[in-house]
């Protein structure tokens, strides 16, 4: 068997096309235009070029493209009174503040500041109580995806065995509640997982995020199974250098399951093509419209 490979990057491109053209039409219909607000605290270069890539993404759908770049010694105090300036801005309808932060402030202070109807990156104590109670909410951005992933693949999840692996608050219990809300069995499992193995072999749907190098093999896999890689682990090439590799053994992996994601051009397109999305739905929530149609949970 060899696996089909869901292509995250094209899929990630269909998106974005959707979020373009609902944006035209709040511009033409209702002048109205999306925006989006990101907050990077401090030089982190990963952070800095994934801040890039998400306002150059927000200006091509036609949003409006707002970013703060602060010093990595900002006080706490003058962060928050920028959330609450955000907050207060009619102009902007999604506020994300880029993570990690540095040390000396608090993130779950930061994040909990932000209003939860803006919080496009659905990491709100308020939109995890409503996500994880059925209830409308701002949904996480890769879970999303790979929820989007897996309806594109399937059609339909309902009576499917699912197994998330990793617990985070990002990936792992998101991702879950989203796979029990469209009628999956799942299973929580982590590292620690007593014969882990025998529980992955039991799964249709194999969620791999518990962020370990080619964890998973091809040997733990069910048969026509289908892998979506959330893992983003950097390795040395043996030539020098450096590539990215996820949470699975592609190559063992792609022997067996029935379709697979890779790293990269898998999950990693999805997360900001979600951020776009889950723009625009806090925006026509915002302004009492109707949500775009495939671009929410």
Known sequence: MVAQIIDGKMFAASVREKVGGHVARLKSEH???????VVLVGEDPASQVYVRSKGKQTVEVGMKSVEHKLKAETSESDLLALIKLLNNDVTIHG?????????HLNEDLVINSIDPTKDVDGFHISNVGLLGTGQKSMVPCTPLGCLMLLRDHYGSLSGLDAVVIGRSNIVGKPMAQLLVGDNCTVTIAHSRTKN???????????IAAVGRPRMIIGDWIKPGATIIDVGINRIDKPEGGTRLIGDTDFASCCEVSGAITPVPGGVGPMTIACLLANTVTACCRANNLQEPDGLTA
């Open 31 to 37: 002048n109205i235009v999306p925006g989006l607000a």
């Open 95 to 103: 506020i994300l503040v880029q993570l990690p932060l540095p040390k």
């Open 196 to 206: 882990l193995p025998d529980v992955i072999r039991r799964a249709d749907i194999v």
